[in-house]
């Protein structure tokens, strides 16, 4: 395997990484925001977990671009 068969792959073995860690912090939002009543704000713990999700897609996308 040479270096940028390599490369290739651990790369997209990252991004399928960071791809997985964001659907995990879109479903603990989902869990977090399932638990409070239609009444209650949201938790910033909520929005916290969704701003991680969308920054994890962000590098996982920059990543993308870059190979």
Known sequence: ???????????SELRVALLRLAGH???LAAAEAAAIPYWGSCPPSVLGHREAASALR?????LLAAS
Request: avoid cysteine; glycine fraction near 6%.
């Open 1 to 11: 395997m040479d270096i940028e068969s390599t490369r290739q792959k651990l790369g």
């Open 25 to 27: 912090q879109d479903d």
């Open 58 to 62: 962000a590098q996982a996308e920059a």
